[in-house]
């Protein structure tokens, strides 16, 4: 069977399968490489929590293997070979949120340690250059191993759930990894990770495997559903939708068996979903709600602490002009300073009120908290721009489902603050910011087009 025709201006195949399209000078330098830092974040998206506290004395993995990946790749980078005549970066905002962090690591004036702890969340934005990078110099053989490559990270990820869900007892004996234990949930961060994987398997569907993927699917929206957190609900079925919406785009129409899959996961999650521990916690956000008077109360309570905290380490940061303007910086704990730790907890070692974007205020001030901002904004534009005309391969689209996913609880829990959330997100994001500057770069080389002829070498003619 020959090779799939390629429609030039959609850079579409037409059997809708997308892919990318290389254009003169932007041939990669090796066709089969992995995108740079891809084994440090499926290790952190296949261990989650617990993985990533994974350590030998003061090292950790997650960082053992970034550290290495921004040295293969700076060693690489220095090699003379064939690769493309102009690597797009991650743009402004990323280079400006890194000297907004590193301004106010100078300023430190305690214990250097615990100020570097409190950065490190910020600095982990640098992982946007190195994915940037490597994303244009692989070729699509290259990308799509990438894929293979976090899809067995995600599917190990989704075998300890279903072990750590079923066996509660049995993971009360495993060892302990820090100041946690293996196979230990993180039910925001674990359920917004089994939302990626069952919104890849929806795109991986295809004729011969679509009922492995279909599988996968409900295994990761059942075990998602098992969890008791909110947050990691919202960023589930965000990730089913992005992905029914990405698969449409990329096939250009609607078939039969997507409208009936779509049917039965609209109608199953109704029915499961009043019962399940994640819906009934939901639920119990309504006063009149039919869940037990305890989890109500619990569900309520969690919700009114939140509020109370954010508006305590707000109020805070508000009072003086200069923590207004530059925050805090790194070093003070400026969650238990404003007492928003009190509804929260004190004494739990919790150092950020659940909410990425006050973290930032009262760290950064007004402006990091703009740079921030900007920076979320034009990767949701992406995002939004990507659903629309369709993923040029299927990288990018498992990017979006990291970004949107990760976004979400982020907003809600202390996700973007610690290394097994942080560098999945930003290392996706370089990928997608790239990604659309070298899109970008393209439109402008490429000639324009008369409305009336239908190829580019007919409009030069």
């Avoid at 992905?243 to 078939?255: E, H, N, S």
């Avoid at 990425?356 to 990767?379: D, E, K």
Wanted: glycine letters at 10%; hydrophobic letters at 50%; proline letters at 5%.
């Amino acid at each position: 069977m020959g090779h799939p025709t390629i429609d030039v201006a959609a850079r579409t195949p037409v059997h809708g399968r997308p892919c990318g399209l290389p254009t003169a000078g932007t041939e990669p330098t090796d066709d089969r490489r992995l995108v740079a830092g891809v084994v440090a974040v499926t290790v952190l998206l296949a261990g989650s929590r617990w993985g990533s506290h994974i350590h030998i004395g003061p090292l950790y993995i997650g960082d053992f293997l970034l550290c290495a990946a921004f040295l293969v790749a700076t060693w690489r980078a220095l090699l003379p070979g064939k690769g493309p005549e102009r690597v797009h970066g991650p743009g402004v905002l990323v280079g400006m949120l890194l000297l907004v962090t590193g301004f106010r690591l100078l300023t430190v004036q305690d214990d250097l340690r615990v100020a570097l702890r409190d950065a490190a969340p910020f600095a982990y934005v640098a992982l946007a250059y190195l994915s940037a990078g490597a994303y244009q110099r692989v070729g699509d053989r290259g990308r799509q191993r990438t894929v293979r490559l976090l899809q067995w990270g995600l599917l190990l990820h989704l075998v300890w759930m279903v072990v750590a869900t079923l066996a509660p007892a049995f993971v009360a004996t495993l060892p302990s990894v820090g100041s946690t234990r293996v196979f230990e949930i993180r039910t925001d961060f674990d359920v917004a990770v089994l939302g990626v994987l069952a919104g890849l398997s929806i795109l991986r569907m295809r004729r011969g495997r679509f009922w492995l993927h279909a599988s996968v699917t409900a295994a990761a929206l059942v075990t998602g559903l098992a969890q008791v957190n909110r947050a990691g609900l919202f960023s589930c079925c965000a990730c089913v939708l992005v992905a029914v919406m990405l698969r449409v785009a990329g096939d250009g129409r609607l078939r039969l068996r997507a409208i009936l899959l779509g049917a039965i996961a609209v109608l199953a999650t109704v029915a499961v979903l009043p019962i399940s521990p994640a819906g009934q916690r939901l639920l119990a956000l309504n006063e009149t709600a039919t869940a037990s008077s305890e989890l109500v109360e619990h569900a309520q309570g969690t919700t009114r602490a939140r509020l109370i905290a954010w508006e305590r380490v707000l109020t805070y940061t508000l009072d003086d002009p200069v923590r207004s303007a530059v925050g805090v910086g790194f070093g003070p704990d400026f969650l238990q300073q404003s007492n928003g730790d009190l509804p929260i907890g004190r004494g739990m070692g919790v150092r950020s009120p659940h909410n990425y974007l006050l973290t930032t205020f009262a760290r950064l001030g007004f402006i990091g908290l703009t740079v921030v901002v900007a920076l979320l904004a034009s990767l949701v534009t992406i995002a939004v721009r990507t659903v629309r005309r369709g993923p040029p391969d299927e990288l990018t689209a498992l990017c979006v489902l990291l970004l949107v996913s990760l976004l979400i609880v982020a907003l809600l829990g202390v996700i973007l603050e610690s290394p097994f959330g942080a560098a999945p997100f930003f290392w996706a994001a370089g990928i997608l910011l790239a990604g659309e500057r070298s899109r970008r770069a393209r439109a402008r080389q490429e000639p324009k087009r008369h409305p009336l002829v239908s190829s580019p070498q007919e409009a030069i003619t």
